[in-house]
């Protein structure tokens, strides 16, 4: 893998690709969600731990679900808007094959001085190959890291697969069932952290036209709350209020309180 990141950084549109990559990642919006991520995350993990379905046995699972899982779709919410059914085929792919693979994949392990090297390096390409996604001049530093990425995988499975399978009495075990069920519940918890997310983000958009409509950060924020109070997760609703409040030029919180009622 080493070998494969050297070759491609002599390639002069990579290295540049790269250093922009890096300056979106360090954005402080991106970096505020993610701390929120790691938060929710690790409120989840001791909740998990008091009903003693988590130790730290699963911390290396834990660290492989939060690259190929937590932080995509956190860079993937807004397939919930053109999505009807994007939960439900979340949690078909959370039971499904994928989450089978995933324990095939933590079923060994290498030694913990190698294993305290890559992880780390892993979770940052991940963050990174993520993140490239964002951004047009970026995705093909992106595209490069995936399929570093993608050949560390096919190797790990290889190995873990193999080794499984010439100890069946080890694979089988409670343990490994733990490691199993792992990746599952913690999909489940984050599920509701990213359709908070969702609302956020989509609750920023439709309303920063009143920002720049109002001119007024006080009115700004005072009908800012109303509509979340209002219409909590009817974005819809949301959607004509604001729609209403340009055609009826409607600039005081009086005309702004009721104006909810006409929605």
Known sequence: MLIIIALLWCKKDIRDSFYQLIKTFFHKQILTVLGFAVVWTSICIV???EIGVWSTDNLKTTLVWVITYAFVTIF????IKS???YFKSQIKETIGLSALLTFILELQSFSFAIEFIIYPIMLFLGLLAVVANTKKETEKIGATIKVVLGVFVIFYFAHSFFVSIMSPSVTFSWANLTELLTPVLLSFSFMPFIYMLYLYQ???TKLLGLKIYFDDEALFNY???LAICFFRTDLDALNRWVRNIHINEIKTKEG????LKDV
């Open 256 to 259: 702004i309180k009721a104006s």
């Open 83 to 85: 999505s009807k059914y």
């Open 47 to 49: 909740l998990f731990y």
């Open 223 to 225: 009908a800012k709350k």
């Open 202 to 204: 989509a609750y920023e």
């Open 76 to 79: 993937e919410t807004h397939k």
